[in-house]
């Protein structure tokens, strides 16, 4: 059972990252084989709609896209953690979702199966961390993860995701006993749920 973090806050060590290692440690200490990917580290574009995949369903943009690719496709769970910037997902995990264009032409243009290595059900689950309070804080963003896990062929693993608002300096995280057991408990769900 491979349980695959994708870290949308380009902020090291900070409020999304502490959450996400809770996540991974959880679901390593219930079994699975937690891998992590923090996407600015990474060197990849956005993408640029050249509709070279609506033909082939591969994308043609050469760049560290592809360990992303090689892991979505890996992985069994997929963990998608991510602060909100202007009431949406940050450039570094927009850009991932819309280089997944090729898996959505995959699955309604091509009608090919996701390529999936292993053979567990595959969830999709989000944690995110907002600064403010706002009622619709989360809503732009929870349609964005609807269509992507979609098109990724992964059943969200629960009606709710961990939504954490009034977190805002780096570390702040810390003093939220409750978001920490709660991605905890979310890490755990993703290595069990079968
Ligand atoms: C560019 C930018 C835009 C932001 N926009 C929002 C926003 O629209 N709503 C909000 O509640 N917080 C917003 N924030 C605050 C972050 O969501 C908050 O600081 C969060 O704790 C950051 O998580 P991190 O430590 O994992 O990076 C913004 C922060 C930055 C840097």
Redesign the pocket.
């Known amino acids: 059972m491979i349980v695959a973090g994708f870290l949308g806050?380009?902020?090291q060590g900070?409020?999304?990252?502490i959450l996400l290692d809770a996540a991974l440690a959880a679901a390593a200490g219930a079994g699975a084989e937690a891998e992590k990917i923090r996407l600015w580290a990474l060197d990849f574009s956005g993408c640029i709609e050249c509709e070279d995949c609506y033909a082939t369903g591969v994308c043609t943009q050469e760049d560290e896209m592809e360990g992303v690719y090689e892991l979505l496709e890996r992985a069994d769970r997929i963990l998608v953690a991510s602060?909100?910037?202007?009431?949406g997902l940050p450039a570094q995990a927009k850009a991932m979702i819309d280089r997944c264009q090729c898996y959505w032409a995959q699955k309604y243009l091509l009608e090919e199966d996701f390529p999936h290595q292993g053979s567990a059900r595959r969830y999709g689950a989000f944690i995110g961390?907002?600064?403010?309070r706002?009622e619709k804080?989360y809503d732009g963003t929870i349609l964005t993860l609807k269509y992507f896990f979609d098109a990724i062929a992964a059943e969200p693993l629960t009606n709710e995701y961990v939504l954490v608002r009034g977190?805002?300096d780096?570390g702040d995280i810390e003093d939220h006993a409750g978001a920490l057991e709660a991605a905890a408990s979310l890490g755990r769900l993703l290595a069990e749920k079968e």
């Not at 602060?83 to 009431?87: A, E, Y």
């Not at 961390?129 to 403010?132: H, L």
């Open positions: 806050s380009p902020r900070g409020n999304t990252e602060p909100i910037f202007f009431m961390v907002g600064g403010t706002g804080l977190v805002d780096k």
